[in-house]
């Protein structure tokens, strides 16, 4: 695997329903992101995480967890979503310390019923 | 607070015709400057970044961007448009030495070419 992986690609759950989003990067960067994009919407930050500490939090609610275990893997624990976080979420990497270029994965597209 | 507007929420254009995707920025520190561009169901692809070297800088897949810092722009181009370049082109804009800052994106910009 090279580059930035998610899984799953796609996931449905219901409102009640506990998951989790997976994120790797094998680029041997140390600072990982997790982004919302909705449809007419700007990409919107939601966790930042650099050295494996997190650093940013934007005011997202509760029932979204993030979780940094190393510097290679981010996770996002959903629990009772509601329909409106239907989205792509993104997560990304980069290396801190240099001009903060970040690589996107492909995405994983969350319907939540 | 860094900020980045882009101009037109859709742009169309022929193929062979001038591609031309504006962003303008607003940052209190020297920027660094983005374009990604995100293929449907795909994730953002970096096309170029501007790291204050040289002003105009040349990108992947034929793309160039120029920053001018009086007009507070970094305007993205492509002087022949390929059916392939059928897209969402994102602008970003990064402040340097924020170690584990996210880039701030503009809203986006589609871009249509038709043969």
């Known amino acids: 695997e090279t580059g930035v992986t998610q899984t799953p690609r796609h996931l449905v759950m219901g409102m009640t329903n506990k998951k989790s989003l997976k994120c790797e990067q094998h680029?041997?960067?140390?600072?990982m992101y997790w982004y919302k994009q909705s449809a007419k919407k700007p990409l919107e930050l939601m966790f930042v995480y650099s050295l494996e500490e997190r650093v940013e939090n934007n005011s997202v609610p509760s029932r979204f967890s993030p979780e940094c275990p190393n510097s290679s893997h981010l996770f996002l624990h959903l629990h009772t979503l509601q329909p409106e976080d239907s989205a792509l979420y993104l997560c990304a990497s980069s290396q801190v310390g240099t001009v903060e270029t970040q690589y996107f994965g492909p995405g994983t597209r969350l319907l939540v019923l | 607070a860094q900020s980045v507007t882009q101009l037109g929420s859709h742009v169309s254009v022929s193929e062979g015709a001038l591609v031309l995707l504006r962003c303008n920025y607003s940052s209190s520190v020297p920027p660094y400057l983005f374009w990604y561009v995100q293929y449907p169901n795909q994730g953002l692809q970096l096309l170029l970044k501007?790291?204050?070297?040289?002003?105009l800088v040349k990108g992947i897949n034929g793309f160039e961007a120029e920053f001018k810092k009086s007009e507070t722009s970094f305007h993205l181009t492509k002087p022949s448009a390929h059916m392939s370049d059928a897209a969402e082109y994102f602008c970003?804009?990064?402040?340097?030495?924020?170690?584990?800052?996210?880039?701030?994106f503009g809203k986006g910009t589609t871009l249509s070419v038709s043969s």
């Open positions: 970003a804009v990064s402040g340097p030495n924020q170690a584990g800052t996210a880039l701030i």
């Open positions: 501007y790291t204050s070297a040289a002003t």
């Open positions: 680029l041997g960067h140390n600072a």
